[in-house]
């Protein structure tokens, strides 16, 4: 059983519990991919009055009460849940505590790459929903920081003689709407947006995984102290675009309905 299991999730927990001090400082991006995950509300008619926010990281819930929604944010962390302020509660994705036809809508943004079981998850998602409730998610999938995955090999393979799992693996797009299908949704849809990040420091791409919570958490990661040279010789590999290092965030936006009665 061990073996099927990809990440840690204590060190994902751990990871997210430091970053609820310091998600702020991401706080630009996090609520762009937001806004962009919502923006899909505004092509339904349907009215919605009761959503989860599942692991928001303090920007989706705000945006789902100004649409005039009640809002239970969830999310692994305790520290980064209580980041809401209003109702929320420390759940695990894998065993969420609520229960069936708990909410008509389920927002889960960049919160899901995470989790060992994400059929399972989404299966349990499902069964919160109220008959016609929708959910939207958004997940990093493959490409994401792929510049970053590149310069790091490279130089991994340089310094060390060797590679190991230093970011997350991330699934195929063509895979998104399959995996809603699969957990009982109906009219499945996976899209495709790219947000580039510039950084005029390429230090700060990793202070800001950091921030985020996003360090490497993989299961078979290397747990000794990596190479003095890995990093600045990984860093000065990363592709210039108008001078400044750049990465990529591919991030599938999905919706799936419950299906009605």
Same mark, same amino acid.
């Not at 299991?5 to 609820?20: E, I, K, M, P």
């Not at 229960?99 to 919160?128: C, E, K, T, Y």
């Given at each position: 059983?061990?073996? @099927? ?36 509300? #505004? ?9 989860? #926010?599942?692991? *928001?990281? !303090? ?13 239970? %944010?969830? #999310? ?23 229960? =069936?036809? %708990?909410?008509? &809508? $389920?927002?889960?943004? &960049? %919160?899901?790459?995470? $989790? +060992? ?16 409730? &929708?959910?939207?998610? %958004?997940? /990093?999938?493959? !490409?994401? &920081? ?13 310094? =060390?003689?060797?590679?190991? /799992? ?11 709407? +399959?995996?809603?299908?699969?957990? *009982? ?25 950091? =921030?985020?919570?996003?360090? +490497? ?7 000794? $102290? /990596? ?11 990363? /592709?210039?675009? #108008? ?10 936006? @999905? ?7």
């Amino acid at each position: 059983m061990d073996s @099927m299991l990809v990440f840690d999730r204590r060190a994902v927990r751990r990871h997210r519990d430091r970053a609820a001090r310091t998600i702020h400082l991401l706080a630009d991006v996090l609520r762009d991919a937001a806004e962009r995950l919502l923006d899909r509300l #505004d092509d339904t008619n349907r009215r919605f009055t009761d959503a989860l #926010d599942l692991g *928001g990281r !303090g920007a989706v819930a705000p945006l789902l009460r100004q649409r005039g929604l009640r809002v239970i %944010s969830a #999310d692994l962390s305790p520290g980064m849940a209580a980041l809401n302020a209003t109702a929320c509660v420390a759940a695990d994705e894998e065993c969420l505590p609520f229960a =069936a036809a %708990s909410f008509d &809508l $389920i927002v889960a943004s &960049l %919160s899901l790459h995470w $989790i +060992n079981d994400l059929p399972g998850a989404l299966l349990q998602l499902r069964h919160a929903l109220r008959p016609d409730g &929708l959910l939207l998610a %958004s997940l /990093p999938v493959l !490409g994401t &920081l792929a510049e970053l995955r590149a310069a790091l090999s490279e130089a991994e393979a340089e310094t =060390a003689g060797g590679v190991s /799992p230093r970011i997350s693996p991330f699934p195929e797009l063509r895979d998104c709407a +399959n995996l809603l299908q699969r957990a *009982g949704f109906v009219l499945p849809v996976a899209d495709v947006e790219d947000i580039r990040l510039l950084y005029a420091d390429p230090a700060a791409v990793l202070t800001d995984l950091r =921030a985020a919570g996003e360090t +490497n958490a993989v299961r078979q990661r290397d747990r000794a $102290i /990596p190479p003095r040279a890995l990093f600045p010789t990984a860093l000065a590999r990363l /592709p210039l675009q #108008d001078g400044r290092v750049a990465v990529t965030l591919r991030m599938a936006v @999905m919706t799936g309905w419950a299906p009605g009665r």
